[in-house]
């Protein structure tokens, strides 16, 4: 099966042997059995061809952060953020996280596989054809087992393609307020074991920060982790740097994510261990906050930035990767080919998936989105509106606009 895209105007990708973004004008890309097997120009025949209408063609974007197993979403926080209430003086009343949970708990599995469906939907037409995706508003071993069963089964039958994470660390749960360390203990002696028991999870992440797990008890887990087979991501640092950022350094951590308070330490810590800092400046946006994470100081160390939306019912309800694109070149001061590489080839890296996805290279899984507009400098600068034509997920056409 061979398809070809003609009529290109412009193809627009990071390049992992120049090590720079490449856009490459007039030539067509070969699609054979859903990977890319030729870039160039006169390609021969094909059963199939996609006229691109004299416009741009990108990777397919890669999300390396989401939350989608939720129940209801949490309009009423925002509203009430709005009203001027910080997202921890919310939590501490009972909402955030932890109102989250009864939902997922009580949810009927194919109610709550539907909702995460079509957000997956949701994400494949703004362009996002892998994403890394979290359990974490169950918080009991059953409702955390059911959560990435979701994942698994949906990861099978959507053509998005889903990393799963085990995240029962994301906070403590209401009959575990009086003694959070029997929590961590359920976490390592029973939730754990039993996720690995699964077999579905590859990656394990927990919620360090002052009022969430401590240092010691994030190294805990993700020790206990790391015995289980779970590699280790941290949330680090969100909102008070709390010295996660080294935590993450000390457990070679494939990233750190978040970092808006993170510390000088933190980052010659992450500097020297290779850890990739995740920055999610949705958060910030969506949060009403200015404190956005110190981009231009973790490049200026050498420290490889990928983006991502976190996707989740309370702190960022955004899926789209061309805005987190825009916000990244506004308010984290990355250039565009910056910005553009780390939410396509440096997220890729941040779930261990650069060999196969992440940009347009001969022998790479065929991801490709198809652009109404010309080149790349377009994409942040259409900010909210995501003129997207079709997207391509391992060489079959999976959303069309028409
Ligand atoms: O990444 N920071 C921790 N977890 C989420 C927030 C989840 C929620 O508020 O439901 C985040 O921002
Ligand atoms: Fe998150």
Not at 32 to 49: H, M
Not at 307 to 319: E, V
Request: proline share 4%; net charge negative.
């Amino acid at each position: 099966m061979r398809l070809k895209l003609v009529n290109i105007k412009e193809i627009a990708t990071y390049d992992p042997d120049s090590d720079s973004v490449s856009r490459v004008e007039k030539q067509e890309l070969l699609i054979t059995d859903g990977k890319i097997t030729a870039i160039g120009s006169n390609l021969g025949q094909a059963n199939t061809e996609i006229d691109c209408q004299n416009c741009l063609v990108t990777p397919g974007f890669v999300d390396p952060h989401t939350h989608p197993v939720f129940w209801q979403g949490r309009e009423i926080e925002f509203a009430r953020r709005i009203a001027g209430a910080t997202y921890q003086e919310i939590a501490a009343e009972g909402g955030g996280i932890r109102s989250s949970i009864a939902g997922v708990r009580k949810a009927d599995y194919q109610e709550l596989r539907q909702a995460v469906k079509n957000r997956l939907n949701r994400f494949l037409n703004l362009g996002t054809t892998t994403i890394e995706a979290k359990s974490g508003y169950g918080l009991s071993t059953e409702s955390e087992l059911k959560s990435l069963e979701i994942l698994a089964d949906l990861n099978e039958d959507h053509s998005i393609d889903i990393m799963p994470t085990f995240m029962g660390a994301h906070a403590f749960p209401a009959e575990y307020a009086d003694d959070p360390d029997q929590y961590v203990d359920l976490l390592c002696e029973e939730m754990i074991p039993a996720v690995a028991r699964q077999g579905i999870a590859r990656y394990c992440d927990v919620f360090c920060e002052n009022g969430y797990f401590s240092v010691a008890q994030s190294r805990r887990i993700l020790e206990a982790g790391s015995q289980a087979g779970l590699i280790p991501r941290l949330h680090a640092d969100e909102f008070e740097d709390s010295g996660a950022a080294e935590l993450a350094a000390e457990m070679k951590a494939v990233s750190a994510d978040h970092l808006m308070a993170v510390s000088g330490e933190g980052m010659n810590a992450m500097a020297k261990a290779g850890v990739i800092a995740t920055l999610l400046p949705g958060t910030t946006f969506f949060l009403g906050q200015h404190n956005y994470a110190p981009a231009r100081e973790l490049i200026d160390r050498g420290i490889t930035i990928a983006l991502a939306t976190d996707f989740n019912p309370g702190s960022c309800h955004i899926q789209s990767m061309p805005f987190i694109i825009s916000l990244a070149c506004l308010q984290l001061k990355m250039t565009i080919e910056e910005a553009f590489t780390a939410a396509t080839y440096n997220s890729a890296r941040a779930i261990g998936m650069e060999a196969k996805i992440g940009s347009l290279t001969v022998g790479k899984q065929a991801d490709v989105i198809i652009w109404g507009i010309k080149n790349l400098m377009e994409i942040p600068y259409n900010v909210t509106d995501i003129p997207i034509r079709n997207v391509i997920k391992s060489g079959q056409p999976v959303f069309r606009l028409d």
